[in-house]
């Protein structure tokens, strides 16, 4: 009955350690010859996402920057869209560092990622293992960048604080999310990850009915909603878990869940 998987990464096809497993790794590779088309979504920049890829061994479309932007197996931009500038202004003007000094600040400008500040003992604190790091550059440069998303990092109990500050400055015209508890992602309100996945099924002639989908962020709530099948991660933060009512909950993706699942539907 359904045609096509779309997936989150991290918390979700990723396991604990954000690398993609060997049983995963497989199941992918059993899916594909059966004729089922596999899509990425994820919150992450182009590099962030081709990283996994590459690490599966695929060449596909990459749907990234939480649906803001799809680059194609090539690395092509096929679909963009960035937040508007009136709200970079807008965020760019608030004293964010008011509602907490260790929170940081972070934008995804086509395929680079940037901060304000020096922030690479916090990003070894939370992945040792990472190879990819945002580049360093001025307020001032940072400032004449466009988005598809802008995003701060820091303790959830500031960035619950910070959220109603950008709620308030942005009148609620933008979309809000927390991916983790540890990022505040702010981007367009006309994108996420349904939208970008809808783009790219129907490309291939399918629509979101027949897709499955995988999610563990309140940006992924969209898209596990309106798939013909979707599912969360019990891992899932909180924020996701209180919206959700007729999605299952399946196993963290510690265990290799989502691929268990997958083989299960296929019958793989």
């Not at 680059?71 to 907490?100: C, H, P, Q, T």
Request: aromatic residues 10%; proline residues 1%.
């Amino acid at each position: 009955m359904y045609k096509a998987i779309v997936s989150d990464l991290d918390g979700t096809l990723l396991n604990e350690n954000h690398k993609v497993s060997p049983y995963t790794r497989e199941t992918i590779k059993l899916l594909l010859k059966k004729g089922i088309k596999f899509y990425i979504a994820t919150g992450r920049s182009y590099l962030g996402a081709k990283e996994v890829m590459e690490e599966i061994g695929l060449k596909i479309p990459l749907i990234t920057s939480n649906g803001a932007r799809i680059l194609d197996e090539s690395g092509a931009e096929i679909y963009v869209n960035n937040l508007a500038r009136k709200y970079v202004e807008k965020l760019l003007a608030m004293d964010y560092k008011s509602f907490g000094s260790d929170i940081i600040l972070n934008g995804y400008s086509g395929s680079n990622w940037y901060v304000t500040e020096d922030a690479r003992a916090y990003f070894y604190a939370q992945k040792p293992e990472r190879k990819l790091y945002p580049e360093q550059i001025s307020f001032e440069d940072f400032s004449t960048k466009n988005f598809s998303k802008i995003f701060f990092l820091g303790n959830h109990e500031n960035l619950l604080e910070l959220e109603k500050e950008v709620k308030k400055v942005t009148n609620d015209e933008t979309n809000i999310v927390f991916v983790n508890k540890r990022s505040l992602e702010i981007f367009s309100k006309t994108c996420d990850k349904a939208v970008a996945a809808n783009f790219l099924l129907q490309k291939d002639g399918l629509t979101l009915k027949d897709a499955v989908s995988f999610g563990d962020g309140v940006n992924d709530y969209d898209l596990i909603t309106r798939t013909g099948l979707g599912f969360a991660m019990k891992n899932s933060i909180y924020r996701l878990m209180e919206k959700l009512s007729d999605i299952e909950i399946i196993e963290s993706n510690e265990n290799d869940r989502m691929a268990k699942k997958v083989r299960e539907i296929f019958d793989l």
